[in-house]
């Protein structure tokens, strides 16, 4: 394309040979991420300032080209895939922390920070970064930031949104734009709490100040041990509706956890139909008697024992075994589909038991590791991609399981995003009216859809139809099984 | 047809104010509204709204419009409309510990309910008996429990409201967690009524901690050993409930005042009740001439214990002259003045000028020496409340009106916003005497924002025609 000549002929301008790819060879890596889809970027630049940022999203305004910001590519929803191909900005060399205030419990960060180095980074001072996604040594905090990432600890600690106090942004005419401040407390409108969780729709973030929390003086891991996975789920209900707020409450049912225990050896016992790991935190004295009442009521839901982390090697081996456990059943088959509902916790029992049902019904065997203590269920389907017929299936299977979630009281997403996974499942959830005064907000910010364009709306709401090119989906996107 | 008329084709008559009167228990600072509307169901609100739109009525949404005079008053007051009959819960979930109610009701009576389930929503605001969901999410009011909870963005789960095109509109959902769709909800905090009609809130909830709670209390000579020790506290392994520093002037009111809130309308059988400002201080708590730190704390026997020790420690570290251990009998009265101290400032004085700080907590040692030689020179009581969380509240009291001129104002808001400046934070103005405001408005919240266009824009996008509040947050060109 002659245009994508000229412009990266320009872009190399500003931005130096080595930051510039657009061989067809280089932008091929960069057309996945952690989900089913694809879409390939005709370039892809690396800057290393907010100005630089700026002035390449001038250039792209000028030559009318979209654009797709991207952190790590963990992404589960097709966030940072440039589904209208165009330019791609990678955050990577924009990684560094600018400023720690320990005094006041803040960072400043570019938005190619790992989030894991940012708590390796304020952990001598007894700080860490709070969410805490099982990607987490990989993704960026940029890519927290846009998807609104959660993790297992976000239970008792909030989501990323929690998190974040200001955010440097530019505008898709290149306009920089600083909203929030290092305290939290938004003065006039929070257009913070607003972008963080916007996919990249409305802004690319540039600059990020986040909150850093306090490690708790003590950690108590439990692995609760269950016969039936009715038990384990009528557990994490009773846990809630007793007002016991552990740091994290994670389910693993028998069949996923004995894959995990096949590769990680965790120590998950093979024969069991479901494990609960749940964590307490605080002070010594709160630990102990919390550790106590969750034991209890395990053990009144006829848990079979109550196991407790002896020392850290073991509470970091039951964590391996958790965080690793997608990549686990990654072995089993080619093709592993994530799914992110959430539901009303009073409702666990019965969705896991329909969650079973619908798997039967496609035939599929449906695994679940998941947040239990808030309500956010990832069921995993495997399947064979290449087996088209199959692949459609599994996909019906999955909308059918998030439309139960929805139908239940739920969301379609509690930590993965919408993205170009999840956007024609959006009409579940909003109305026509829903969609106007978001569709007017987004063009308050992205008035020409060049930013992210095909994203979180269903295509007939959004303004991202027109950009949309045919062959980059060579999936079919889920839709509403009829 | 006059807008009246046309407010009657929507709404029974009776729901419909237009006497004098009526009329001037909705003035804000002293601007009263052609007419009030009191729908009773949230169709009948977005009528009106759809009414407005067409004929470019000015709305102005209220609840028991105990904050409606915080900062700037509107341009143009057309229409109040006062959702108050909307005041039910639409769906409780204990077991999920979420609940979704409309935006009419008090969260004092929200609370009752929730307290039968032992659990509660951590909004302990001024004006607390009379003050409604709508209105607390509107006014962006933070409650000293933030310390423990956050403000209300972090436990505001999602939220229905009528656009400025009369549409009814909804955004995130009533599950704890969710990221579908742009979390539109959390604008509408502290968004006084500029962007939409706020009609039903869905909150998390909480266990009712709070009943098992105690309080401490400790005294020092200076702002800045009171300030350390919160710090200390502040990066311990403690997690209080509450952490406030309170200036001598403060504490000064809070010995000398009983709130006179209204009489509570029997929901309040709760801990946290209403009425518990109106107890009696049991003794002398407040040392004259003393900065106090007030933290308050929950858990089990043995963690009560551990609060004990270790914030005793910490006080007895930091140079405290007294330290007292508040029980069941003495936390609540403390408790409620805490809760209530922006509305017993504005007691002590009618002409109270109340300012808000954000800024680092760090910072508050700096922004208290400045803010004290400012009102020495200006020769005004100053009565201050420093929460760890980084907010710190100002309360100008002169003793009587000539005290206080639009200039004497006029130039300590400057000061005020300059100070937010230069400490890496924001200043804006709560309360004030209506006769100084239009002194003020052109000066503050906007005045602290060097670039409002993007605000713009997102009000033009929920309110296209500019028919909501009108100029209360900053101007609109429109």
Known sequence: ?482 | MTSTAALESILDSSRVLVDPAALATYAIDGLLPVAVAKPASTEEAAEVIRLAAKERLSVVPTGARTKISIGARPTRYDIALDMCALNQIAHYDPADLTVSADAGMPVAKLNAALYERKQFLPLLVPYYSQATLGGVIASGIDSPLRQAYGTARDFLLGAEFIDGTGALVKSGGRVVKNVAGYDLHKLLVGSFGTLAVITRLNFRTFPAIIDRSRGFLASFSTHETALAARHKIAASSLSPLTLDVINPGAAKIFSSRTPATPQATGFTRDTHRTAESQLPLPGEWFHADEWQLCAAFAGPPEVVSRYVRDLTCVAEQSRASAIAVLDDATRPPIWGRLREALSLFREVSPFAAIFKLNIPPARHAKAVRVLESLANAAKLPLALIARAAGTLYIALLPESAPDFSAETVSLLALEVLSLGRSLDGRASLLFAPAAIKPALESTLNSGSHPDLSLMRRVKSAFDPQNIFAPDRLFRNPL
């Not at chain 1, 165009?86 to 006041?104: K, P």
């Not at chain 1, 509706?241 to 994290?248: F, L, N, Q």
């Open chain 1, 1 to 482: 394309m002659l245009m994508t000549q000229i412009l990266t002929r320009e872009l190399r301008k500003i931005l130096g040979p080595a930051a510039v790819l657009s061989l067809p060879e280089d932008v091929l890596l960069y057309e996945y991420d952690g989900s089913v889809e694809k879409g390939r970027p005709d370039a892809v630049v690396f800057p290393s300032t907010t100005n630089e940022v700026s002035r390449i999203v001038k250039l792209a305004a000028h030559h009318n080209v979209p654009i797709v910001g991207r952190g790590a590519g963990t992404g589960l929803s097709g966030g940072a895939l440039a589904r209208s191909g165009g330019l791609m900005i990678a955050f990577a060399r924009m990684n560094r922390i600018l400023e720690l205030d320990f005094e006041n419990q803040r960072a400043v960060v570019q938005p190619g920070v790992v989030n894991l180095d940012l708590t390796r980074a304020v952990e001598h001072a007894g700080l860490y970064f709070a969410p805490d996604p099982s990607s987490q040594k990989s993704c960026t905090i940029g890519g927290n930031v846009a998807e609104n990432a959660g993790g297992p600890h976000t239970l008792a600690y909030g989501v990323t949104t929690n998190h974040i106090t200001a955010i440097e942004l530019v505008l898709p005419d290149g306009q920089i734009v600083r909203v929030g401040n290092k305290q939290g407390d938004p003065s006039l409108y929070d257009l913070a709490g607003l972008l963080v969780g916007s996919e990249g729709t409305l802004a690319l973030i540039t600059e990020i100040t986040v909150k850093l929390s306090r490690k708790p003086e003590a950690v108590k891991t439990l692995l609760a041990i269950f016969d039936t996975i009715d038990d384990a789920s009528e557990t994490v209900a009773d846990i809630t509706a007793r007002g016991i707020t552990p740091a994290a409450c994670e389910m693993l049912d028998g069949w996923t956890l004995r894959t995990v225990e096949d590769y990680i050896h965790a120590g998950f016992p093979l024969d069991s139909a479901a494990v609960l790991l749940i964590e307490v935190e605080g002070l010594h004295e709160a630990v102990t008697s919390q550790a106590a009442s969750i034991d209890e009521i395990c053990r009144a839901h006829n848990g079979r024992e109550v196991r407790v982390a002896r020392d850290d090697k073991e509470r970091d081996l039951l964590w391996k075994g958790r965080k690793n456990s997608f990549g686990a059943l990654g072995r089993l088959a080619a093709g592993v589909y994530v799914l992110d509902g959430v539901i009303p916790r009073s409702k666990l029992p019965q969705t896991l038991r329909r969650i079973h049902a619908i798997g039967e019904q496609y035939g599929f065997r449906i695994g679940n590791i998941f947040h239990a203590g808030d309500g956010n269920l990832h069921p995993i389907v495997l399947y064979d991609p290449r087996d088209i017929e199959q692949f459609k299936r599994a996909m019906q299977a999955s909308a059918e399981i998030i439309r139960y979630c929805v139908e239940i009281g739920g969301s379609l997403s509690g930590e993965h995003g919408i993205g170009m996974e999840k956007s024609e499942l959006m009409p579940l959830l909003f109305s026509d009216a829903d969609f106007a005064l978001m569709r007017r907000v987004h063009d308050a910010f992205n008035p020409r859809c060049s930013l992210n364009p095909g994203k979180v709306f269903p295509l007939t709401k959004g303004c991202g139809e027109t950009r949309i090119r045919s062959s980059s989906a060579n999936h079919p996107t889920p839709t509403i099984s009829a």
